[in-house]
C-alpha cells in the first residue's frame, strides 16, 4: 500500500503528459504545400524562348511556408524532356475604389520571385510564368547583346538620319538561333511541378498532363517566325 501513492504520481504524470501531445505535435509538424492549378495551362514562344505560364492557387498547410523554388519538367510522349524556372508571378488585379465606392482603376502586381511566404491554412493566388533553363544559359546573354546593338543603331540612326538596319546575315543567324530551341510539338505532355519549401527543406510534387494538336503548333511556329524581325526593329 505504501507504493500507492508513488503509482499515483506516475499515472497523472502520463495523463499529464498526454495532454501536451496536440501541442507538441502541432510544434513539429512541418508545413505542407498543395498545388491547386486551374483547368489549363499557357504553353508559349516569345522573344524569351519557350515558356509555360500557369494560373493557381499554392496551399499552405498547418504552417507558413516559405517557398523558394518552383520548377516544371514537361515531357512529350516520345521521352523529349525539358526544365523550366520561375521567372515572374503576376499577382490579381487590386481594384481601386473612389470616395463613392466606384472602381476608378485596377492595378496588376508583376514581379520576379524570389520566394512566397504563405501563412498557415492559407492560399496564395497567382499566375506563374516559366522560362525555359537552357534557353537562359544559352541566349540571355546573345539577347541582351542584341538589345544593346539595336539601342545604339537606333541613336546612330537618329544622329544621322539614315534608317535603321541590321544586316541580313544577322537576322539569319537569330533566326536560326530561335529555330534551334523550338521543340513545342503535337502530341500528350506530362507536366512534372515541383515545389520547394525552405523552412523544412522539404519538396512537393503533382504530376499533370495537357495536349498540343498541330493547329496549336502552327499558331506557335507563326510566332517564331516573327520574333526575330521583333527583337531587330523595336
Known sequence: MS?????????????????????????LRKPKV?????WSI????????????????IVSLHKLAVIDKFKLTVVHSDGDSHHFSWARI??????????????????????????IDIPADHSY?????????????TMAEKLAQIRKSRLELKKTSLD???????????????????????YWKSGTYSV?????ECTADNEFTQVYSFVLSEPDVDILKYNLALFADQLMDH
Open 125 to 137: 493566388r497567382c499566375m506563374i510564368g516559366f522560362m525555359d533553363d537552357r534557353f537562359i544559359s
Open 42 to 57: 499557357g504553353i508559349g514562344f516569345t522573344t524569351d524562348g519557350p515558356n509555360c505560364m500557369l494560373d493557381c492557387s
Open 3 to 27: 507504493e500507492s501513492p508513488s503509482i499515483l504520481a506516475w499515472i497523472l504524470s502520463i495523463v499529464g503528459a498526454a495532454a501536451w501531445l496536440p501541442i507538441v505535435y502541432q510544434w
Open 34 to 38: 498543395k498545388l491547386v492549378p486551374t
Open 192 to 196: 512534372t511541378a515541383v515545389i520547394h
Open 90 to 115: 503576376y499577382e490579381p488585379s487590386t481594384k481601386i475604389f473612389d470616395s463613392t465606392g466606384n472602381i476608378t482603376s485596377t492595378m496588376d502586381r508583376e514581379h520576379i520571385p524570389s520566394s
Open 160 to 182: 544621322s538620319q539614315e534608317p535603321l538596319e541590321f544586316k541580313k546575315e544577322d537576322r539569319i543567324k537569330l533566326t536560326n538561333d530561335l529555330k534551334d530551341h523550338f
